[in-house]
């Protein structure tokens, strides 16, 4: 997980441990777990220099398992990278369970694509920081599904 957004400094360790506690069961349930880092492209000036000054611009390695895929971005959806779709396809993931930060940034871009493409998307209210819960209620009236991390019912597995 990559903590990036001042604004949301304040929820920083009640997302990492709703967001710890999903992996856990993720793990106990057999679930894939797909982990999404920002690396921009070298040429983009703008976003390297904000995200080496951001103080919480670093995969933090609580995050980090054994069993994870891991995939890069360089755009707030996590589809921009094809070998998304190619993972998803490839394990018959049919329903995303997702936490991260910033809810009006990434996540949304990221969820918007997911639904866009058919998948069912559960939103881990208590693992993604937001300054409110609009962004959380706007995409839930998109279709996605608010739950809270744990327990990550069953039915995720694919």
Same mark, same amino acid.
């Given at each position: 997980?990559?903590?990036?957004?001042? =604004? +949301?400094?304040?929820?920083?360790?009640?997302?990492?441990t709703? =967001?710890?506690? =999903?992996?856990?069961?993720?793990?106990? &349930?057999?679930?894939?777990?797909? %982990?999404?880092?920002?690396?921009?492209?070298? $040429?983009?000036?703008?976003? &390297?220099? @904000?995200?080496?000054?951001?103080?919480?611009?670093?995969?933090?390695?609580?995050?980090? #398992?054994?069993? !994870?895929?891991?995939?890069?971005?360089?755009k707030?959806?996590?589809?921009?990278?094809?070998?998304?779709?190619?993972?998803?396809?490839e394990? *018959?993931?049919?329903? /995303?369970? /997702?936490?991260?930060?910033q809810?009006? =940034?990434?996540? #949304?871009?990221?969820? %918007?694509?997911? @639904?866009a493409?058919? @998948?069912?998307?559960?939103?881990?209210?208590?693992?993604?920081?937001?300054?409110?819960?609009?962004?959380?209620? $706007? @995409? +839930?009236? *998109?279709? +996605?599904?608010?739950?809270?991390s744990?327990?990550?019912? !069953?039915? #995720?597995?694919?």
């Amino acid at each position: 997980m990559i903590f990036d957004h001042l =604004a +949301a400094r304040h929820q920083v360790t009640p997302v990492m441990t709703a =967001a710890r506690a =999903a992996i856990d069961q993720a793990r106990r &349930n057999e679930q894939p777990i797909i %982990k999404i880092g920002n690396e921009f492209q070298p $040429r983009d000036i703008m976003m &390297n220099a @904000l995200r080496r000054h951001a103080a919480m611009a670093r995969w933090d390695p609580g995050f980090d #398992t054994d069993s !994870a895929f891991y995939l890069p971005k360089w755009k707030s959806d996590a589809f921009c990278n094809p070998a998304l779709d190619q993972l998803l396809a490839e394990h *018959q993931i049919e329903q /995303l369970a /997702l936490a991260g930060l910033q809810a009006s =940034a990434c996540v #949304t871009a990221t969820v %918007k694509s997911a @639904l866009a493409s058919g @998948l069912r998307v559960q939103l881990l209210a208590d693992a993604i920081a937001c300054r409110t819960d609009a962004s959380l209620n $706007r @995409l +839930a009236r *998109q279709g +996605a599904e608010l739950v809270r991390s744990s327990p990550i019912p !069953a039915s #995720t597995q694919p």
